[in-house]
Nanobody
Framework: QVQLVESGGGLVQAGGSLRLSCAASGRTFSSDTVAWFRHVPGKERDIVAGINWRSSNTYYANSVKGRFTISRDSAENTVYLQMNSLKPEDTAVYFC?????????????????WGQGAQVTVSS
């Protein structure tokens, strides 16, 4: 069974950058869609970005377009989320998730494998 492990969260000042990593073990991302979601207590878990492994097509939430970049490394079987120009409102727990289907869904219920989450805190 595939497992996802996130790393790279932390505390950063507004305007700074962080890179999150999502490494898969157990099998390779061959035909998956992998997405990053974020969750703030009291709010819904929302998609931030997604990538289709085969086509490298990507999706970004409007709130992060132009600031965040999702990418993948086949050799490392890892998906990255580069976050630049961070804002305090980006503070959340970030989760990576995978679904064994082509096509990027914004619905968290479509994703069957989840990582443990990584805290990102942006101070003003």
């Amino acid at each position: 069974q595939v497992q996802l492990v996130e790393s790279g969260g932390g505390l950063v000042q507004a305007g700074g950058s962080l890179r999150l990593s999502c490494a898969a073990s157990g099998r390779t991302f061959s035909s998956d869609t992998v997405a990053w979601f974020r969750h703030v207590p009291g709010k819904e878990r929302d998609i931030v970005a997604g990538i289709n492994w085969r086509s490298s097509n990507t999706y970004y939430a409007n709130s992060v377009k132009g600031r965040f970049t999702i990418s993948r490394d086949s050799a490392e079987n890892t998906v990255y989320l580069q976050m630049n120009s961070l804002k305090p409102e980006d503070t959340a727990v970030y989760f990576c998730a995978a679904r064994n289907r082509n096509g990027i869904s914004t619905d968290q219920n479509e994703y069957v494998v989840w990582g443990q989450g990584a805290q990102v805190t942006v101070s003003s």
